[in-house]
Nanobody
């Protein structure tokens, strides 16, 4: 019964910043891996950032150095700080989680990594204009 709700999306100019939030409720697991995915019409959902239960993070090559994934101390909120945004970052962004062990390095590289996650938010739209 884990529920994930994203917020923080919007429209920004290239070079700008946004911080996405994902509120987590109903999570009683001692370990819970989480990630941010994004999807553009006509393309498969891709993982951009992930964090495991130990706090280790991983990023896709396209966002590394620009995006930062983090959690609050209570782990009831997941964040994605997005800096130096580019038009190609335009997408619907989704928060995902799963209590099962997941290789977060695979999450940000595999085209079907989203299938490893059982809990999903509804998505929040990010539009970056040039």
């Amino acid at each position: 019964q884990v529920h994930l709700v994203e917020s923080g999306g919007g429209s920004v100019q290239a070079g700008g910043s946004l911080r996405l939030s994902c509120e987590v409720s109903g999570n009683t697991y001692s370990s819970y891996c989480m990630a941010w995915f994004r999807q553009t019409p006509g393309k498969e959902r891709e993982g951009v950032a992930a964090i495991d239960s130990d706090g280790r993070t991983s990023y896709s090559d396209s966002v590394k150095g620009r995006f930062t994934i983090s959690q609050d101390n209570a782990r009831d909120t997941l964040y994605l700080q997005m800096n130096s945004l580019k038009p190609e970052d335009t997408a619907m962004y989704y928060c995902a989680g799963d209590p099962r062990p997941i290789n977060i390095d695979v999450v940000v590289k595999g085209s079907r990594a989203s299938e490893d996650f059982g809990d999903w938010g509804q998505g929040t739209q990010v539009i970056v204009s040039s």
